[in-house]
């Protein structure tokens, strides 16, 4: 999954309620299970990243701590909830729990969206009625092209297809999808792109894979030479689309390639930041500044931006979640940018 969640949706309705109070994106992992595991291996983001992460939170305390992040005085700043985890449908039961917290709670006092990231089409299938009469705000589905040896290629089409039907039958507002891209797989992409044009999606979202640096960190394989041949490429191919494209970049990719000034973004108050070089192609970047960004780790480490891809990391910047913890977090993360 590229960049984690930071793809969270805002196109179609599922954005309309949005208001530039809402600040905070919040990660809540709510399994450490998936059953394509041993098929990605050590190119599995999280099987890298979760090596020292200790036993799982009971499904009790998941729910808890994800109420906390839903229901709490501060909840309204919170601009998307995104569940996921290493295979967020792999629990099912714990995803419906807090998705009915989240529909239970008034507008005026939850988080603006509530959506998952995930690559299970057989999940998505079999939960269809459930999701009805509790549909998500979005859905991003994980398709990757064979060269990334992520996952696998027979997957793409059933999860495509049970994303979408997701939609028609009214199981969720909008749906995306996360893309990986490496500096030898451009042409794949392509291909996979005109594939995903004919289906009306909402959102197509490219970011870098990411390997193992020297320095113990997940970095991007991708070079800013790399971004830039790709973001023409892919901006020629479909500039005469409907297909609303995301290139989701690091801050430190972000500046030198959309221009902007380190000192303009500085002042704004945003989750993330954005730069449109077409009307369908834009590039984002999330905020690099403490407060914007919390991921609850299925062991219940509270992780900062800073410390999602350290390889192997024990303990989160926030602490380990205790009850309470996550309503007097939020409200620190607040005051952070207020």
Not at 239 to 264: A, H, M, W
Not at 279 to 304: C, I, K, M, Q, V
């Amino acid at each position: 999954m590229p960049g984690v969640a930071e793809n969270a949706l805002e196109a179609g309705t599922a954005g309309a309620a949005l208001n530039k109070d809402q600040t905070i994106l919040v990660n809540i992992e709510t399994t450490a299970v998936c059953r394509l595991s041993s098929t990605c291996g050590p190119r599995c983001l999280l099987n890298q990243l979760n090596t020292h992460a200790q036993s799982p939170l009971q499904k009790s305390q998941i729910t808890r701590m994800a109420s906390e992040f839903i229901t709490s005085p501060s909840s309204h700043f919170v601009r998307h909830v995104c569940a996921l985890g290493k295979e967020v449908m792999e629990d099912a039961s714990t995803l419906f729990e807090i998705i009915r917290l989240w529909h239970a709670t008034p507008v005026s006092k939850r988080p603006g969206t509530f959506g998952i990231i995930t690559a299970s089409a057989q999940g998505l299938e079999t939960n269809l009625p459930e999701f009805v009469r509790h549909p998500l705000s979005w859905v991003v589905v994980s398709l990757d092209v064979p060269s990334v040896r992520l996952r696998s290629p027979e997957n793409e089409t059933p999860l495509l297809t049970a994303a979408l039907k997701l939609r028609a039958v009214g199981g969720v507002e909008a749906v995306g999808v996360n893309t990986l891209l490496t500096p030898t797989n451009l042409d794949e992409v392509i291909t996979l792109g005109r594939r995903l044009n004919g289906a009306e999606i909402h959102q197509w979202s490219l970011g870098s894979f990411l390997s193992p640096s020297p320095a113990g960190q997940l970095k991007p394989v991708m070079q800013l030479h790399d971004y830039r041949q790709a973001i023409e490429s892919i901006a020629k191919e479909f500039r005469n689309s409907k297909l609303r494209i995301l290139f989701d970049l690091d801050y430190t990719d972000f500046i030198p390639i959309s221009g902007c000034q380190p000192e303009v973004l500085e002042n704004l108050v945003a989750w993330r930041y954005e730069y449109p070089l077409t009307s369908n192609l834009t590039l984002t970047a999330l905020n690099p500044h403490p407060g914007y960004f919390l991921r609850a780790r299925w062991d219940g480490e509270l992780l900062a931006k800073g410390d999602f891809k350290v390889i192997g990391l024990e303990r989160g910047a926030y602490g380990k979640w205790q009850p309470g913890r996550g309503e007097g977090l939020l409200a620190d993360l607040v005051s952070m940018h207020q």
